[in-house]
């Protein structure tokens, strides 16, 4: 039985017994039984139903409340093996990935400069790594502030990394600060980063384009996209096992209302595409798109 027809039971069964009891009385006991004996009996009936029929329902209704609330704790700490997921994920996996680059870069360097100003860079790296570390850990123990995030820096900073490894970046951001939100700068830029990561790590490319803009109508809905010219991927190898990128990006726009596409041109098929798709510039790589409409 479920949790609101248990609460509807115990609320309607003490009515309908002395409902029915009165009803009992006067159509068919009334010659039998007087109207004070009748008064008299009319609390013991239904403190006898209490004791009988809504104690039970009580009890089952006091376990249906305890699954409910080891169900929503069970939910509560999965979503925050999500959180520090994503937390490692956006933050230490992907130093660590630039710090691999780094020390890849230091084995190719061949004169002395080259191999102190990578090294430095690699110090730069662990430092950062070490900060996350601090964060992450500060993170579990309390909700962090969100909203002092610089607005674009991650991204700059992550570009120029890239430009650093070989890759032509182009970076066009015509959102303005107050068109977004705290919550939604930090999402996005977590998104846009993610994206960009994933380009250097699988994609095999070479140019990379980040795009941004408002509706043309000036309402509060935007348009970004993170394109590639690299190989591309069908859906079913962005969404294999061991690939969370692409699930937490996906998380992150629905969590916020938005609209979230991949698309490889060269693909079969597109994963959750977009039928403005034919709007976008057209490219051999992949496509990573986010979306949020107008409210209205």
Known sequence: MTYNRIKWFILWTPT??????????????????SMDLGNALAPVIVMTVTATLLIKLFRMLESTNDSLQQAKAAEAAFMEREQLARELHDGISQSLFLLSVKLDKLEQAKDDEAVKETTQQL???????????????????????????????AVRDMAEELRRGGLAVELDW??????????????????????????????NASYLAVHAWPDSDGGSGFRC????????????????????????????????????????????????????????????????????????
């Open 16 to 33: 309908l017994t002395i409902a029915l009891w009165e009803y009992l009385r006067h159509t068919f006991l009334l010659p039998y039984v």
């Open 174 to 203: 015509q959102l303005t600060e107050g068109k977004l939100s705290g919550k939604e700068k930090v999402e996005l830029l977590a998104i846009v980063r993610e994206a960009m990561l994933n380009v250097r790590k699988h994609a």
């Open 123 to 153: 110090r730069r790296t662990v430092r950062h790594v070490y900060e996350d570390v601090r964060q992450s850990i500060a993170s579990l123990r309390s909700e962090p502030s969100r909203t002092d995030v610089q607005w674009m820096q």
């Open 225 to 296: 996209t993170i394109e590639d010219d690299g190989i591309g991927a069908e859906p079913a190898q962005l969404m294999a096992k061991g690939r969370y990128g692409i699930r937490m990006m996906q998380d992150r726009a629905k969590a916020m209302g938005w609209q979230f596409g991949v698309r490889s041109p060269g693909a079969a098929e597109s994963l959750d595409a977009q039928d403005v798709e034919d709007e976008l510039p057209t490219t051999k790589g992949t496509v990573v798109e986010v979306i949020k409409e107008a409210e209205r």
